[in-house]
Every structure is written in structure tokens, then in C-alpha cells.
């Protein structure tokens, strides 16, 4: 009975935690209030069953379109719960987090991996066309002030690119990527909805 009522107690904890930390982050690149939300470890509950059944599809998809990658730039990779993933099928891991709490944490879970605390456009990695074989956004367009410019510069990295977004948030998100003029051409970017 206790332990129970613990995890609802925490549960009621992290979602009141969220709604405080990401007042204002929509659609605005609120960097400072995402660092905020990481001063709570796993803020996301992305050790969850239901995230890790996400993770898992997330790896099939890029299996399928993709197979196994030498290497994988994640944007948004949080504390590194789906980078976890992502190695399962790519040779060297890149995770960017505008969170320091978030990167240090990711750090410690995977310690051979590369990350850094900044966005996609300051990235320490290199400027080349396709520097990496894969470019992901899972679960961040959501955030960003210019989805398109995230997209193209995606695109510019990436030999490939998978966007993931939650199903409710086509309507939103969906048009800003297909208009963008880095979703055509040569090489590859997917969206899907996950799971």
C-alpha cells in the first residue's frame, strides 16, 4: 500500500514540477526554463515502460529505413535514455541537450558517448556536409521557435534524418517540416509518429 501510494506521490510531484518549469517553453527555444526542468532527475519519466516501448519502435524505424549507422547526432537527448537505444544500432553516439543538468547525466550513463550543453546550431562536432550518417529529433520540434531552420540544418549534418513527434502534435508541427525546403532532395528525412 505504501509503495504505492509513493509512486503516486511522485508521479503528482513530477507532473506539478513540469507544468512549473515548462510555463512558456512551446515554440520558443525557452532554453533556460528546459535546464530548469532537468534540476528534477528524469523529468520526462523517460524510464518508464511506455518510453522505452517508444525507444524500441524508434529503433526498428531507423533499422528499416536506415540499418546499422556509424554514426548518430541526437538532439534533444536529454539524460541519455534513448541514446541507450540508439547505440544498439549506430557505431559512435553525438547527443546535444541546451540542458547542462540533462548532458552531465547523459555523460554518466554512457560514458564512450559524445555530448554537449548546446542546440543544434553551436554544436562542437564540425560544420561538413553530412558529418554524421544520422541526424535525429525525437520528441523536440516541439520547442523550437523555427522548426523549418532545425530541419535544414538537419539536413546539412546528416547523411539521413528521423523526426519523431507525438501523433496529437501533427496538426502543429507536421506542416512546418513538410514546407521546409530540406525535406526534399537527395538523402532522407522521415518523420513518424512513434510507436
Known amino acids: ?34 535546464d530548469m526542468a532537468y534540476r528534477m532527475e528524469d523529468p520526462w519519466n523517460m524510464d518508464s515502460a511506455m518510453e522505452r516501448t517508444r525507444f524500441e ?22 539524460e541519455g535514455h534513448q541514446t541507450e537505444y540508439l547505440a544498439r544500432l549506430s557505431d559512435e553516439q553525438y547527443g546535444l541537450d541546451v540542458s547542462a543538468h540533462a548532458v552531465a547525466r547523459a555523460q554518466a550513463r554512457l560514458p564512450r558517448a559524445h555530448f554537449a550543453a548546446a542546440d543544434l546550431f553551436h554544436q562542437p562536432w564540425g560544420e561538413q556536409r553530412h558529418r ?28 539521413n534524418g528521423l523526426i519523431t513527434f507525438f501523433a496529437p502534435a501533427c496538426g502543429r508541427i507536421g506542416p512546418k517540416w513538410r514546407a521546409s525546403p530540406a ?4 538523402g532522407s528525412i522521415m518523420a513518424a509518429p512513434p510507436g
Open 1 to 34: 500500500m505504501f509503495a504505492g501510494t509513493a509512486g503516486l506521490l511522485k508521479k503528482a510531484q513530477r507532473r506539478l514540477w513540469m507544468k512549473y518549469a515548462l510555463r512558456g517553453v512551446g515554440g520558443s527555444d525557452n532554453h533556460a526554463r528546459l
Open 57 to 78: 519502435a524508434t529503433n526498428r524505424v531507423i533499422e528499416q529505413a536506415f540499418g546499422r549507422v556509424g554514426s548518430v547526432l541526437e538532439i534533444g537527448c536529454g
Open 132 to 159: 554524421f550518417d544520422l541526424v535525429t529529433a525525437c520528441e523536440v520540434l516541439y520547442y523550437l521557435s523555427d522548426p523549418a531552420a532545425t530541419v535544414a540544418r538537419m539536413r546539412h549534418l546528416g547523411r
Open 183 to 186: 525535406c526534399t532532395g537527395t
